[in-house]
């Protein structure tokens, strides 16, 4: 019988050796004793990692993605208005006349935020947290947090970054024709975010947004964790 490595591994803190506990899936560990974060690739690999609206007791700390990235918008074709004009056919219409622009060449800076846990609408909850101005706080010195694990690596956070940049485009008031942009990453950190279960969904302290729990995968698992080792 052949065995996973993987799985028989027990995932020990590089920095302090305490034990790391998570998922099977979990690529994303904090070690509560020393404030170490890590993601385990094809080994541990330290990631900075920030508190952002801690909360209360009742709070629970999620992981989310901070990917900081230059997008340079190569074409953006919009139509501004449905164009009924089409019927005085005698010549081709320019694009222009026909309601097409193009815009926003050029290069600029962006933050995105999003789930480092998996769920079924990371895209969307991603261009909605796109716009949220998110500052982390000061951590006292010597506090712990109870952080729980994430399942996106950081490969994968910055392909999800270059669709929510897409999804930010999709979602302007305009009518798109086509997007082609391309996205430079500078840096990708961990957001440890306070949020708060609520009716089956997960609501990110003193915001709007909120997670349905039926929308991420292996909940139940992760709220678990949670209790098993309160903060
Ligand atoms: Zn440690």
Same mark, same amino acid.
């Given at each position: 019988?052949?065995?996973?490595?993987?799985?028989?591994?027990?995932?020990?803190?590089?920095?302090?050796?305490?034990?790391?506990?998570? !998922?099977?899936?979990?690529?994303?560990?904090?070690?509560?004793?020393?404030?170490?974060?890590?993601?385990?690739?094809?080994?541990?690999?330290?990631?900075?990692?920030?508190?952002?609206?801690?909360?209360?007791?009742?709070?629970?700390? !999620? #992981?989310?993605?901070?990917?900081?990235?230059?997008?340079?918008?190569?074409?953006?074709?919009?139509?501004?208005?449905?164009?009924?004009?089409?019927?005085?056919?005698?010549?081709?219409?320019?694009?222009?006349?026909?309601?097409?622009?193009?815009?926003?060449?050029?290069?600029?800076? =962006?933050?995105? =935020?999003?789930?480092?846990?998996?769920?079924?609408?990371? !895209?969307?909850?991603? =261009?909605?947290?796109?716009?949220?101005?998110?500052?982390?706080?000061?951590?006292?010195?010597?506090?712990?947090?109870?952080?729980?694990?994430?399942?996106?690596?950081?490969?994968?956070?910055?392909? /999800?970054?270059?669709?929510?940049?897409?999804?930010?485009?999709?979602?302007?008031?305009?009518? /798109?024709?086509?997007?082609?942009?391309?996205?430079?990453?500078?840096?990708?950190?961990?957001?440890?975010?306070?949020?708060?279960?609520?009716?089956? =969904?997960?609501?990110?302290?003193?915001?709007?947004?909120?997670? !349905?729990?039926?929308?991420?995968?292996?909940?139940?698992?992760?709220?678990?964790?949670?209790?098993?080792? #309160?903060?």
């Amino acid at each position: 019988m052949r065995y996973n490595l993987s799985e028989l591994t027990l995932l020990r803190c590089s920095n302090c050796g305490s034990d790391l506990g998570g !998922l099977s899936t979990d690529v994303i560990f904090y070690c509560s004793e020393c404030g170490k974060c890590w993601i385990s690739d094809e080994r541990l690999s330290p990631v900075d990692i920030e508190f952002v609206r801690v909360g209360g007791s009742d709070s629970i700390l !999620l #992981p989310f993605w901070k990917v900081d990235a230059s997008v340079t918008m190569q074409d953006r074709i919009s139509r501004r208005e449905s164009s009924a004009s089409g019927a005085a056919g005698f010549r081709e219409f320019t694009g222009r006349e026909m309601g097409l622009t193009e815009s926003d060449s050029g290069s600029r800076k =962006v933050r995105f =935020v999003f789930p480092a846990f998996s769920t079924n609408l990371i !895209l969307s909850t991603g =261009v909605r947290m796109h716009r949220e101005n998110f500052l982390p706080e000061k951590t006292e010195h010597g506090k712990r947090f109870r952080v729980i694990g994430g399942s996106v690596g950081k490969d994968d956070a910055e392909l /999800l970054a270059r669709a929510v940049a897409v999804g930010v485009e999709v979602n302007r008031t305009d009518y /798109l024709a086509s997007v082609d942009l391309e996205i430079e990453v500078h840096s990708a950190c961990i957001y440890a975010i306070g949020c708060t279960t609520h009716n089956n =969904v997960i609501r990110i302290n003193g915001s709007k947004i909120g997670i !349905l729990m039926a929308a991420i995968n292996d909940c139940d698992e992760m709220l678990k964790q949670n209790q098993v080792f #309160p903060g």
